[in-house]
């Protein structure tokens, strides 16, 4: 058994529920007013786009978990540590987009601390390199 990432995808199953109730409670409390026009539609299909896509990275934990604890029971499998290593190098992609975006765009570092989910990201990549280590 590989420990590591039984523990990457146990994290990935905690992290699931909170990213699922976490996009809901914001986008169910965001007048669809406050998203701009877009070329297909008007404020209430850009927040269903972008809410899509929020979903589309509860997927995307979903499927990793599933992913990582297959592997922590059978890690005797042809191809383990490159396709965890390609799952870890996204989850740290997912990291550095979501702590460092903000810093430029916004031009503050306030963001880090508001929002702290590129640390369990970070914490879910660095986790699954240590079980292709």
Same mark, same amino acid.
């Given at each position: /058994?590989?420990?590591?990432?039984?523990?990457?995808?146990?994290?990935?199953? /905690?992290?699931?529920?909170?990213?699922?109730?976490? @996009?809901?409670?914001?986008?169910?409390? /965001?007048?669809?007013?406050? #998203?701009?026009?877009?070329?297909? @539609?008007?404020?209430?299909?850009?927040?269903?786009?972008?809410?899509?896509?929020?979903?589309?990275? &509860?997927?995307?934990?979903?499927?990793?978990?599933?992913?990582? !604890?297959?592997?922590?029971?059978?890690?005797? !499998? &042809?191809?383990?540590? $490159?396709?965890? #290593?390609?799952?870890?190098?996204? #989850?740290? @992609?997912?990291?550095?987009?979501?702590?460092? $975006?903000?810093?430029?765009?916004?031009?503050?570092?306030?963001?880090?601390?508001?929002?702290?989910?590129?640390?369990?990201?970070? !914490?879910?990549? $660095?986790?699954?390199?240590? @079980?292709?280590?």
């Amino acid at each position: /058994m590989n420990i590591w990432f039984l523990i990457a995808g146990i994290l990935c199953l /905690m992290l699931l529920p909170i990213h699922i109730w976490g @996009g809901e409670y914001v986008f169910n409390r /965001m007048p669809a007013e406050t #998203f701009p026009k877009i070329p297909n @539609g008007d404020g209430k299909i850009a927040k269903q786009e972008i809410r899509f896509a929020w979903h589309g990275v &509860s997927v995307t934990f979903l499927v990793s978990a599933g992913i990582l !604890l297959f592997f922590a029971f059978n890690p005797n !499998l &042809s191809g383990i540590e $490159l396709t965890a #290593f390609c799952i870890a190098l996204y #989850f740290i @992609g997912f990291a550095v987009v979501i702590a460092l $975006l903000p810093a430029f765009t916004l031009r503050t570092y306030k963001t880090l601390l508001i929002s702290p989910q590129w640390v369990a990201c970070l !914490l879910v990549g $660095l986790v699954i390199l240590g @079980g292709v280590a």
